[in-house]
């Protein structure tokens, strides 16, 4: 039996987010001091939990919330990847709002991998929000290797050590090159801000999966860097098959950034 002083604790922190065949629950904001480039910069941070199952958190139940914590413990979240959103600032209601959709890299962002990009463009971007003044960084944890999960990654890089594109490695081991769903997060995003936002990205499937949600999207920044010759072939993969968009047009890119 959950006490009601934890029930009034939480049940103001969460919240429902009903979609065509499925409910997220959002749980947040919760203050999160992180300390970016030696500052310590405070953002809102929540997370989402897919409900599949009816009765997780029954709409009509006045005890939704104890509903909920009395099943968290059998649940065995920690075998499943729960998705994040960092807010900062006057999310809701500025004007200007950039936001980055960051798929999960395990080796990137947490080992700091130079075989990609991916830990560069978490860490920039998180700055740009806050240089910004308003802003949130999805990270996104059930895409892991553009949504074929680790150990499939694991087994891709392997092929790429052995002349394999990433591209072709997706494809050689039966995934499509690209299996990301961006609905969920939107949802959120969508709970979160009404207004128009900019999105830091290359990838104009990004661009692409907003719009069709009916998402205001009105920008796109860009995020190139960190270019190295461990991974002057992932980046130049992304342009030439997967359809990511160079800094200038015509251009090419790499040729104008030094590999160290
Ligand atoms: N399959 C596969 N996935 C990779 C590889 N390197 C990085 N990734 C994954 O690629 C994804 C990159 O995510 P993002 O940086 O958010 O997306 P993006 O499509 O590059 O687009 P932008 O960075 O927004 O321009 C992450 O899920 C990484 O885990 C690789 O060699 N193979």
């Known amino acids: 039996m959950i006490k009601p002083e934890i029930v009034s604790i939480l049940q103001n922190k969460i919240k429902r987010i009903t979609m065509n065949d499925s409910t997220n ?30 009765d997780l958190f029954p709409s009509e139940a006045q005890e939704a919330t104890a509903a909920l914590i009395s099943r968290l413990s059998s649940l065995n979240l920690a075998a499943g990847q729960q998705s994040s ?6 999310f809701e ?13 395990h080796t ?54 052995e002349g394999y594109d990433t591209v072709e490695a997706n494809l050689e081991l039966g995934f499509a090159d690209d299996v990301r769903n961006y609905e969920d997060a939107i949802s959120v995003l969508q709970h ?27 920008k796109r920044v860009p995020l190139w860097g960190d270019v190295s010759s461990f991974n002057e072939k992932y980046l130049r993969t992304k342009v030439a098959r997967s359809g990511h968009l160079e800094v200038v047009k015509d251009t090419d890119f790499l040729e104008n950034i030094k590999i160290v």
Not at 85 to 90: A, R
Not at 93 to 105: F, K, Q, T, V
Not at 193 to 218: C, H
Request: hydrophobic fraction near 40%; charge should be neutral.
């Open 25 to 54: 629950i959002l749980v947040g904001p919760i203050t999160l001091p992180v300390n970016l480039d030696g500052e310590t910069v405070t953002f809102k941070w929540y997370s989402w939990l897919k409900a599949t199952e009816e």
């Open 85 to 90: 959103v960092l807010v900062y600032g006057d």
């Open 93 to 105: 209601g500025s004007d200007e709002a950039l936001i980055r959709m960051h798929s999960i890299c």
């Open 108 to 161: 990137g962002d947490i080992f700091g991998s130079k075989r990609c990009d991916c830990g560069f463009q978490l860490h920039q971007s998180m700055k740009m929000i806050v240089d910004n003044g308003s802003g949130a960084l999805f990270y996104l944890a059930n895409h892991e290797g553009r949504g074929i999960g680790l150990f499939s990654k694991a087994m891709a890089y392997i092929l790429q050590e």
């Open 192 to 218: 979160l801000r009404q207004k128009p936002v900019t999105l830091i990205t290359n990838n104009p499937k990004k661009m692409d999966a907003l719009k069709t949600a009916g998402m205001n999207t009105v």
